[in-house]
């Protein structure tokens, strides 16, 4: 059994944005593509999305949403006819403008001047203008509401920066989009959604986040209210891992999206919109991943156990004894229930020298790995290594030996170990680096200049400045590349003045640099 290490060339504390490629390439996630901003998603990485997706549909559908399909294609006036939300999707937004190519007498395709839209389509960016018009179809009396719909689909915004995962031109997502009979009842759904993000951030991809509302800069065009949850990655940077809106009436009034009271009379619905995005698998990386390659939290693995019989090629009577002996035990495994789900549980068979195919997976981030030769099979047990507790204090991989019984019996309580202990050791080291003794903005500009690599966050007190004010505190963060993540739910009380204002202040909010 081979002890060498196959660790990544790039170390996080040396440079962890080399590092994050490097995790994503050597755990075979996900690839470029030739298209600008574009990826390949590959079956890890996209079963790892599945997971996701599987998960989080069932959240949703458990506070009654029905899921739909919506075109690709949106008729650009339905943009123009919500000024603030053109106006923030605008310099992001896909134009098709043409519906057929002609060959130019030089061997290449050109748009057929003939062929001109009478009308261009955005290629989506977001839904909400022509779900919009669903709605105000669909929605008549009080009877019909409130109206909930989500759809998993792909959007494109045209990104100048892009990063696999993080920031990329197309991506893949669910938006949820609602309708209510008035103001309180469309804010208490736009905070359960928030609450369903939540969870599944921290109950399936072991992600702590700090769930509040986003001030007025940071507002979802065209909304009236927009709430986060925000994560944070090893480097201390932060993650916008989710965003639910409360829409106010803007969006139907523009749409038409009336509906007729108990007492006969005409009003407008007030709306919702949020969403989750392939960026959470860039959040998982960055939250879990270690030197080694990735880490994947159990319940969103793929597979959750993979074993390795450690074939010889030379003895075929010998190898298929083995590979019979690790399928007995995957047979086992799938019997058992853990993280509230049957084991997922793989033998991989593939050709190739045992310590690779053990380093591929540990790079891949399978949360248990077991690996079994002809001793192990003569003496009835496995070898059993746990990705999150990869190595002994004698720096060899720290193996253990259950009997083949023990380890069927252990493996589903070791996974929900795993699984708390991910969370656990991410929320403690995100709780370390929060500064919360920052009381002006000299001193904000002298932590962030001193700590330049990994800073963290600092929480600081907060007089809520609108319009002008908040521009100038904006300019002030932007020049220590510093955003406003949000307000905190359930924060600490304030006990002195705002640190941009000297007001008094309201509310406590976090600065970070952020993704």
Same mark, same amino acid.
């Given at each position: 059994?081979?002890?060498?290490?196959?660790?990544?060339?790039?170390?996080?504390?040396?440079?962890?944005?080399? *590092?994050?490629?490097?995790?994503?390439?050597?755990?075979?996630?996900?690839?470029?593509?030739?298209?600008? %901003?574009?990826?390949?998603?590959?079956?890890?990485?996209?079963?790892?999305?599945?997971?996701?997706?599987?998960?989080?549909?069932?959240?949703?559908?458990?506070?009654?949403?029905?899921?739909?399909?919506?075109?690709?294609?949106?008729?650009?006036?339905?943009?123009?006819?919500?000024?603030?939300?053109?106006?923030?999707?605008?310099?992001?937004?896909?134009?098709?403008?043409?519906?057929?190519?002609?060959?130019?007498?030089?061997?290449?395709?050109?748009?057929?001047?003939?062929?001109?839209?009478?009308?261009?389509?955005?290629?989506?960016?977001?839904? #909400?203008?022509?779900?919009?018009?669903?709605?105000?179809?669909?929605?008549?009396?009080?009877?019909?509401?409130?109206?909930?719909?989500?759809?998993?689909?792909?959007?494109?915004?045209?990104?100048?920066?892009?990063?696999?995962?993080?920031?990329?031109?197309?991506?893949?997502?669910?938006?949820?989009?609602?309708?209510?009979? !008035? +103001? =309180?009842?469309?804010?208490?759904?736009?905070?359960?959604?928030? +609450?369903?993000?939540?969870?599944?951030?921290?109950?399936?991809?072991?992600?702590?986040?700090?769930?509040?509302?986003?001030?007025?800069? +940071?507002?979802?065009?065209?909304?009236?209210?927009?709430?986060?949850?925000?994560?944070?990655?090893?480097?201390?940077?932060?993650?916008?891992?989710? $965003?639910?809106?409360?829409?106010?009436?803007?969006?139907?009034?523009? =749409?038409?999206?009336?509906?007729?009271?108990?007492? !006969?009379?005409?009003?407008?619905?007030?709306?919702?919109?949020?969403? @989750?995005?392939?960026?959470?698998?860039?959040?998982?990386?960055?939250?879990?991943?270690?030197?080694?390659?990735?880490?994947?939290?159990? $319940?969103? =693995?793929?597979?959750?156990?993979?074993?390795?019989?450690?074939?010889?090629?030379?003895?075929?009577?010998?190898?298929?004894?083995?590979?019979?002996?690790?399928?007995?035990?995957?047979?086992?495994?799938?019997?058992?229930?853990?993280?509230?789900?049957?084991?997922?549980?793989?033998?991989?068979?593939?050709?190739?020298?045992?310590?690779?195919?053990?380093?591929?997976?540990?790079?891949?981030?399978?949360?248990?790995?077991?690996?079994? %030769?002809?001793?192990?099979?003569?003496?009835?047990?496995?070898?059993?290594?746990?990705?999150?507790?990869?190595?002994? +204090?004698?720096?060899?991989?720290?193996?253990?030996?259950?009997?083949?019984?023990?380890?069927?019996?252990?493996?589903?309580?070791?996974?929900?170990?795993?699984? $708390?202990?991910?969370?656990?050791?991410?929320?403690?080291?995100?709780?370390?680096? &929060?500064?919360?003794?920052?009381?002006?903005?000299?001193?904000?500009?002298?932590?962030?200049?001193?700590?330049?690599?990994?800073?963290? *966050?600092?929480?600081?007190?907060?007089?809520?400045?609108?319009?002008?004010?908040?521009?100038? @505190?904006? #300019?002030?963060?932007?020049?220590?590349?510093?955003?406003?993540?949000?307000?905190?739910?359930?924060?600490?009380?304030?006990?002195?003045?705002? &640190?941009? $204002?000297?007001?008094?202040?309201?509310?406590?909010?976090?600065?970070?640099?952020?993704?």
């Amino acid at each position: 059994m081979s002890n060498i290490r196959h660790a990544l060339t790039v170390k996080r504390a040396d440079d962890f944005a080399a *590092w994050y490629q490097e995790v994503i390439s050597a755990a075979d996630m996900a690839e470029e593509s030739g298209v600008r %901003g574009c990826m390949v998603i590959k079956p890890w990485g996209y079963g790892i999305w599945e997971r996701v997706q599987y998960l989080l549909d069932q959240r949703i559908k458990d506070t009654g949403h029905d899921n739909c399909y919506f075109p690709i294609f949106i008729p650009l006036s339905n943009f123009e006819r919500e000024a603030e939300h053109v106006e923030g999707f605008a310099k992001e937004m896909a134009v098709v403008t043409h519906h057929r190519l002609i060959t130019n007498g030089k061997g290449r395709l050109v748009p057929d001047p003939e062929a001109k839209l009478e009308e261009p389509l955005v290629v989506r960016p977001t839904s #909400e203008t022509i779900i919009g018009d669903a709605m105000a179809r669909w929605i008549q009396s009080w009877r019909d509401l409130p109206l909930k719909m989500n759809q998993w689909a792909n959007v494109v915004r045209w990104e100048m920066r892009t990063r696999m995962f993080l920031r990329t031109s197309e991506f893949l997502w669910q938006e949820g989009h609602t309708a209510h009979d !008035g +103001e =309180a009842e469309a804010k208490e759904h736009t905070l359960r959604m928030l +609450e369903v993000y939540r969870s599944c951030a921290e109950e399936d991809l072991a992600m702590p986040v700090i769930a509040g509302e986003k001030p007025e800069n +940071e507002r979802f065009p065209g909304a009236v209210e927009t709430w986060s949850i925000e994560a944070m990655m090893q480097d201390g940077k932060a993650l916008q891992a989710g $965003t639910s809106h409360y829409l106010g009436t803007n969006f139907s009034e523009a =749409a038409g999206i009336k509906f007729q009271n108990k007492d !006969g009379d005409q009003e407008l619905c007030h709306t919702t919109s949020w969403g @989750v995005s392939t960026r959470m698998i860039g959040g998982v990386i960055m939250t879990h991943g270690d030197d080694d390659g990735l880490r994947v939290p159990p $319940t969103i =693995a793929p597979w959750q156990v993979v074993i390795l019989p450690m074939l010889r090629g030379k003895d075929e009577d010998a190898d298929a004894a083995i590979v019979d002996y690790c399928d007995s035990l995957k047979d086992l495994l799938e019997g058992a229930i853990t993280c509230g789900e049957k084991v997922r549980a793989m033998v991989d068979k593939s050709h190739g020298k045992a310590a690779a195919k053990r380093w591929n997976w540990v790079r891949k981030g399978a949360p248990i790995v077991v690996e079994v %030769g002809s001793r192990d099979m003569d003496n009835g047990v496995v070898s059993l290594l746990r990705r999150d507790a990869l190595w002994a +204090e004698s720096g060899k991989p720290d193996f253990h030996a259950p009997s083949k019984a023990d380890a069927a019996e252990q493996i589903p309580a070791i996974l929900e170990e795993i699984q $708390t202990k991910l969370f656990t050791e991410a929320r403690d080291r995100r709780d370390a680096n &929060i500064t919360r003794d920052i009381a002006t903005m000299d001193q904000l500009t002298e932590f962030y200049n001193d700590n330049a690599q990994y800073p963290g *966050w600092v929480e600081v007190q907060w007089s809520k400045p609108t319009g002008p004010a908040l521009e100038q @505190v904006v #300019e002030q963060l932007k020049a220590l590349k510093l955003t406003i993540r949000n307000v905190p739910m359930n924060a600490e009380p304030n006990d002195s003045p705002c &640190i941009f $204002t000297g007001e008094v202040a309201v509310e406590r909010i976090y600065v970070a640099r952020a993704y």
